[in-house]
């Protein structure tokens, strides 16, 4: 009888051990996901923002030739 009893308590404490496990993983894979929208939704914004950003050109600073010109400023 005891013998019985032990191994239903095994595999009761296996059950639970699978089941901690499995939801870890699952912990872990939804922790990974949030990490990546959150860089997503920044890369996002940043690109809003260089959209949004009107530059004039004659405010400028260059620090060197162009690539298109000739080397004359």
């Given at each position: 009888m005891e013998d019985k009893t032990?191994?239903?308590l095994i595999a009761q404490l296996k059950r639970?051990?699978?089941a901690l496990e499995k939801s870890n993983k699952a912990t872990e894979a939804s922790e990974k996901r949030r990490?990546?929208?959150e860089k997503l939704q920044?890369?996002?914004l940043k690109a809003d923002l260089r959209e949004k950003i009107i530059v004039n050109p004659e405010k400028v600073i260059h620090t060197g030739?162009?690539?298109e010109s000739n080397g004359s400023l």
């Open positions: 032990a191994k239903e639970i051990a699978d990490i990546v929208i920044e890369k996002n030739p162009r690539p």
